[in-house]
C-alpha cells in the first residue's frame, strides 16, 4: 500500500530527517515525495493542525517543545506508558514476552554505539509493550504522544552512560512483565520514563555530556 503525503512527511519528521526549527517548502517536498503540490499542501496544513508544525512568518517549520511543553508530554507519557506496562503483565502473550525478551539481549550489541539506532530500538520495545497491552485506545493515545516526541532535537540515549542505565531499566520491566506482576511492571516502566526525562533536562540544562 503506498503511503500518502502526510505519512510520508510525519515519519521524515520522526526519523529525524526534519528537525525543530527546519523550514518545510511545499515545492522542494513535492518534488522529494514524487507527487503533486496539492497533497503535500494538504499534509502541512494537517501537520500544522496537530502541532507538529509552526508558524515563522510566512513559512512553516518543524515546531518545538518549550520546556512546559516537555514537562507536560512526559507527565502524559509516563501515566499511560505505566498503564501500558500494567496492562501487558496482564495480557501479553507467551510470544509477545518472549520477543520482549529477545529486543532486550539484542539491543546489548547497540550499547556504545549510535544514538540513533539505540532510539529506534527504543521505540520498537515501547511500541510492543502498548501493543502487549491489547487495549486499542490506549494504543492510539500513545500513538499521538510519540509523534509530539518527534519534536525534541536529541535523544536521550545520547547522553553518555544513560544506554546502559536505559538497558537495565528495559530489563527490569520485562522481568515485572514475565512474572506478571501488573504493578511491578508500571512502577518499573514509569520510573524508566521519569528517569529519561530527567536525563533531557540535565542534557539541556548543560550538565551532561553527548555523544
Not at 67 to 96: F, K, P, S
Not at 107 to 113: A, E, I, M, S
Amino acid at each position: 500500500m503506498q503511503k500518502d503525503a502526510y505519512t510520508l512527511i510525519l515519519e521524515a519528521i520522526e526519523r529525524g530527517d526534519y528537525k525543530p526549527g527546519d523550514r518545510l517548502v511545499e515545492s522542494e517536498l513535492a518534488e522529494r515525495l514524487g507527487v503533486s503540490r496539492t497533497p503535500v499542501r494538504e499534509a502541512l496544513q494537517r501537520l500544522e493542525t496537530q502541532g507538529m508544525l509552526a508558524r515563522d512568518g510566512r513559512s512553516l517549520i518543524v515546531a518545538s517543545l518549550d520546556h512546559n511543553q516537555l514537562a507536560e508530554l512526559y507527565t502524559v507519557r509516563t501515566e499511560l506508558e505505566g498503564l501500558a506496562a500494567r496492562l501487558a503483565a496482564r495480557h501479553a502473550t507467551d510470544e509477545e514476552v518472549r520477543v520482549l525478551r529477545g529486543m532486550v539481549e539484542d539491543d546489548r550489541k547497540l550499547l556504545g554505539g549510535d544514538p540513533r539506532a539505540l532510539s529506534r530500538a527504543n521505540k520498537r520495545f515501547h511500541r510492543l509493550i502498548h501493543l502487549a497491552s491489547h487495549n486499542r485506545f490506549l494504543v492510539q493515545q500513545l500513538d499521538l504522544v510519540n509523534r509530539s516526541m518527534a519534536l525534541m532535537a536529541t535523544t536521550s540515549f545520547a547522553a553518555e552512560g544513560r544506554d546502559e542505565v536505559a538497558l537495565a531499566e528495559h530489563d527490569g520491566i520485562v522481568r515485572a512483565i514475565e512474572a506478571k506482576d501488573a504493578e511491578g511492571a508500571c512502577q518499573a516502566l514509569k520510573s524508566h520514563i521519569s528517569k529519561a526525562f530527567e536525563t533531557r533536562l540535565r542534557v539541556d540544562a548543560g550538565e551532561l555530556k553527548t555523544r
